[in-house]
């Protein structure tokens, strides 16, 4: 079992910018690819960006590409999701995932999930 713990949502003005952490504890392991998934009210839980914890390959969704950024620190066993010039459609609950698959942006290949953190975009 892994357990996640997201973190660093909040209220903030179209624009800003915002960093979430997921940490990981439990039956950890290195090799397991992480995703970033956000989900809003009467919606399917969307693909936002996905690491390897082993060779450092990303992939994003296309309405986050070159906004948001992912990024881990393995010897802190956590993951990051840096966003940049949020703006309102980015209001949702998001999720850090852990699975055994390579990146992916089906959520259905992912084991593991933390209990989401609220991210707010005001205009």
């Known amino acids: 079992q892994v357990q996640l713990v997201e973190s660093g949502g909040g209220l903030v003005q179209a624009g800003d910018s915002l960093r979430l952490s997921c940490a990981a504890s439990g039956r950890t392991f290195s090799s397991y690819t992480m995703g970033w998934f956000r989900q809003v009210p009467g919606k399917e839980r969307d693909f936002v960006a996905g690491?390897?914890?082993?060779?450092?390959?990303?992939s994003y969704a296309d309405s986050v590409q070159g906004r948001f950024t992912i990024f881990r620190d393995n010897a802190k066993n956590t993951v990051y999701l840096q966003m940049n010039s949020l703006n309102p459609e980015d209001t949702a609950v998001y999720y850090c995932a852990a699975g055994s698959v390579g990146l992916t942006p089906r959520s259905r290949l992912y084991d593991y999930w933390g209990q989401g953190t609220q991210v707010t975009v005001s205009s």
């Open positions: 690491i390897s914890w082993t060779g450092g390959r990303t």
